[in-house]
């Protein structure tokens, strides 16, 4: 079954074309991030109309790619919640065209759940169950995938996402947007004992919770109390620092429920899995316990159209379809 | 009226108390730097309201809608991202506005052609690494 599918839910547009949900045939990105980087951040206006200006083009360029032809899709799938809900719109009206003129089933697919199956194209014998925590500038998710299509939530952020910890405090460092990539280059020449930052956590409820708020208003007043005492700030350090905290309450509780489940796959999904000491903690803690780690190549970790058309197909399978009435939705649950 | 609070839990009960109060319609605009408790007063708002959801931070969408069986919705923008007020009309700010619920705008200093003079605005400074000053002002017929 060869799916066509659309992502368009905050930065990248992106059509892919996916083979029962494990063959990329073809993934196509068109990223908007040198677009707003003028702005310092995502500027919804722009990115709907610009998302609007590239999909039917890379449409085109992915079946093109895939060697196909436009009869030969079987269904068309799309992302359509949570995200910038100018820009999912997009997605969505264009898929629901497409399904319509094609004659094919629509399918809603969950942005997470997609990050999630980004591990199905990278790793071919990967198989639920597995604990995944789905890590990204908007969403921090610790996800107990049960089956293709069951999940549950163990826990997530009660405040900022991990990626928004690193964007804004890479915005108090005068690093720029986004802040992942330049916050873990500066890190490297820093040692990761600079600054005792703290590790929130969540005290009430349940303990796979967690909250990062408390750890950007210290990198904020860290940065304050250097400006006004005029001691110079170690910002490879406190990169380094940051790195560690975040990836130290990302690291333990991951692997804590993995054991509570008794799962031996671990796999980290999303955009900040891109992060270099978040991979080499998980690869050590896994090594440590036992268990095999499932990270995709940083490709497939950031937003895709393949990892939409990998979650499609399942959705498909367990006959989560759409018609025309489909909406998108800015906030919208596993 | 003039809030001193110590800690994030106390910042969210102010919310909370607030968020009591409020009528469907109401718009509350924060004024306030990062890190100084804005999304937990928003939090507090949403329990005040009888609202059980997650709530957290809609920086990266915009706007978290908390939508609960017989309770006022609660719509929580976050307009960090944003350039200025043409942007707030492109993502639907007036469609919300008419959807009967209640509004909770962070960063409304990105976007000062949003209101109309009827909000509540809640400005937060720090004045210390826990300690923060809450300023709530103005509501529906205060001008």
Redesign the interface.
């Known amino acids: 079954m060869k799916i066509l599918a659309v992502e368009s839910s905050c930065d990248e547009t992106a059509v892919a074309v996916v083979e029962d949900g494990r063959k990329v045939l073809a993934d196509e990105i068109f990223s908007q991030v040198k677009l707003h980087e003028i702005y310092g951040g995502v500027v919804p206006e722009i990115a709907a109309r610009s998302h609007l200006e590239v999909i039917v083009p890379l449409a085109d360029r992915a079946l093109k790619t895939a060697g196909l032809a436009r009869r030969d899709i079987d269904a068309v799938a799309c992302t359509y919640a949570p995200g910038l809900i100018g820009a999912v719109l997009v997605g969505v009206n264009f898929a629901k065209s497409a399904a319509l003129a094609l004659g094919v089933p629509l399918i809603p697919v969950h942005h997470i759940r997609g990050h999630i199956a980004a591990n199905y194209l990278a790793f071919p014998g990967l198989e639920p169950p597995f604990v995944c925590l789905a890590i990204s500038g908007g969403n921090t998710m610790l996800v107990d995938v049960r089956g293709y299509t069951d999940m549950r939530v163990l826990g997530q952020t009660r405040d900022d996402a991990a990626g928004e910890c690193f964007d804004k405090s890479a915005r108090v460092l005068g690093l720029g947007y986004p802040g992942g990539k330049p916050i873990d280059d500066l890190s490297k020449q820093g040692r990761d004992d600079a600054y005792d930052l703290p590790r929130p956590s969540v005290n009430d409820g349940n303990p796979f919770d967690m909250s990062f708020s408390g750890l950007k208003t210290a990198v904020v007043n860290l940065a304050h109390h250097a400006e006004q005492t005029g001691q110079p700030l170690d910002k490879p350090g406190l990169a380094a620092s940051l790195c560690r905290a975040v990836s130290e309450m990302l690291v333990g509780r991951t692997m804590d429920a993995a054991r509570m489940l008794g799962y031996p796959a671990v796999a980290v999904a999303g955009g900040v899995a891109a992060n270099s000491r978040i991979r080499a903690d998980f690869a050590a803690a896994c090594q440590a316990a036992g268990r095999t780690l499932y990270v995709p190549p940083l490709r497939l970790c950031g937003d895709n159209a393949a990892m939409i058309g990998a979650q499609g197909y399942y959705e498909y399978q367990a006959g989560h379809t759409a018609d025309s009435s489909l909406n998108a939705y800015a906030t919208m649950e596993l | 009226m003039t809030y001193i609070t110590h800690s ?1 839990s106390e910042t969210e009960a102010l919310g909370a108390e607030f968020g009591k109060a409020l009528s469907p319609g109401a718009v509350a605009a924060l004024y306030g ?3 100084c408790g804005k ?2 007063f928003v ?1 507090g708002m949403a329990r005040g309201m009888g609202l059980r959801c ?1 709530v ?2 809609p ?7 908390y939508l609960e069986e017989g309770k006022i919705p609660l719509f929580h923008f976050d307009m ?4 200025g007020a ?2 707030l009309y ?3 700010w007036e469609d919300y506005l008419a959807r009967g619920g209640v509004c909770a705008v962070e960063w409304s200093e990105n976007v000062p052609g949003a209101f109309d003079g009827d909000e509540y605005a809640v400005r937060f400074e ?1 004045t210390g ?1 826990n300690d923060r000053q809450i300023t709530i002002e103005g509501g529906p017929g205060a001008c």
Do not use: H, M, P, W
């Not at chain 2, 920086?59 to 809608?65: A, L, P, Q």
């Not at chain 2, 960090?80 to 350039?83: A, E, F, K, S, V």
């Open positions: 994030e730097q990062l890190g999304t937990a939090r997650l957290n931070s920086t990266f969408t915009i706007v978290n809608e960090y991202r944003l350039g043409d942007e492109d993502i639907g720090k690494d």
